[in-house]
C-alpha cells in the first residue's frame, strides 16, 4: 500500500471555481512537498511544508501534522492551472527520500 | 538557464543498447536523484548521491548505473536496454537542510523498441 494517498485521482473544474486536492500519508514526516507538472512539460515545485499554511499567488497549501493530511487548494482557477498535482514526503523512516503520491490530474475548463 | 539540465530530452534506442542520461544543475547543491516515471505510477527512485564519493541504490536501481562525475553532473546509464525501461526519466537536486527545496529536471523521455 502507498503510504502516500491523493485524492481524487482526476478533477474538473469550470474556470473560476475552487479546487481542493487532498493528501494522505502513514508516517511521521520531516517535510511534504506540492509539486506542479504540465502535460509534457518537467516538473515545478509549489510548496515545501513542515507545519502550517503558506500562500503563493492563487495557490494555498497547508498541513496538519496531527492527522497526517494536507491540502492544496487553487481559489479562481483557471485553465492554465489545468495540470498533474503530486504530494510527496519526507520521512525519517525512508531514510529522507521522498515518496510520491500518484497525482491528481487537474482540467480547468473555459 | 534552467536550474536543472537534462539531455538528451527524447531518445529511441533499441533494446541492447547502452544509453546515457546526463544531468547538470547550477544550484551548487550536494545531493542529487534520478526518478523514473511511468503512466499511472508514482515518482520512483533510482539513484540517488549525497556527493561526489557518494553513490546510493533507490528502489529499483536493476538495470540501471550512475556516476557523479563532479558535484554539478550526474549521469544515469542503463548499460543494455530493454523495452520495459521505456518511460520519463527525472534528475532532481535538492540543498543539504532537511527541509530543503527540490529542483526538477525537464525530463528525459526514453523509448526502447
Known amino acids: 500500500k502507498n503510504e502516500v494517498e491523493q485524492s481524487p485521482q482526476n478533477l474538473t473544474a469550470q474556470e473560476g471555481e475552487f479546487i481542493t486536492i487532498n493528501c494522505s500519508y502513514s508516517?511521521?514526516?520531516?517535510?511534504l512537498h506540492w509539486l506542479q507538472q504540465h502535460p509534457g512539460g518537467g516538473i515545478v515545485s509549489l510548496f515545501m511544508?513542515?507545519?502550517g499554511k503558506k500562500k503563493h499567488g492563487r495557490l494555498i497549501a497547508t498541513i496538519n501534522i496531527q492527522e497526517k493530511h494536507s491540502s492544496l487548494h487553487i481559489t479562481a482557477s483557471h485553465p492554465r492551472d489545468s495540470a498533474v498535482y503530486i504530494c510527496?514526503?519526507?520521512?525519517?523512516?525512508?531514510?529522507?527520500?521522498?515518496?510520491f503520491g500518484g497525482g491528481t490530474r487537474v482540467l480547468v475548463k473555459p | 538557464d534552467a536550474d536543472v539540465t537534462q539531455t538528451p530530452r527524447n531518445r529511441i534506442t533499441k533494446t541492447g543498447k547502452r544509453i546515457m542520461l546526463e544531468c547538470s544543475q547550477t544550484?551548487?547543491?550536494?545531493?542529487m536523484y534520478w526518478y523514473r516515471q511511468d503512466p499511472g505510477l508514482g515518482l520512483r527512485l533510482i539513484y540517488y548521491?549525497?556527493?561526489?564519493?557518494?553513490?546510493n541504490k533507490g528502489e529499483i536501481s536493476d538495470g540501471y548505473s550512475v556516476s557523479r562525475q563532479a558535484q554539478a553532473k550526474f549521469s544515469l546509464s542503463l548499460e543494455s536496454a530493454i523495452p520495459n525501461q521505456t518511460a520519463l526519466y527525472f534528475c532532481?537536486?535538492?540543498?543539504?537542510?532537511?527541509?530543503?527545496?527540490?529542483?526538477f529536471g525537464e525530463g528525459s523521455r526514453l523509448t526502447v523498441l
Open positions: 532532481a537536486t535538492r540543498g543539504a537542510e532537511i527541509t530543503g527545496e527540490l529542483f
Open positions: 508516517v511521521g514526516i520531516s517535510a
Open positions: 511544508l513542515s507545519s
Open positions: 510527496a514526503v519526507r520521512s525519517k523512516a525512508a531514510g529522507n527520500k521522498l515518496t
Open positions: 544550484k551548487g547543491h550536494d545531493r
Open positions: 548521491s549525497f556527493d561526489v564519493k557518494d553513490i
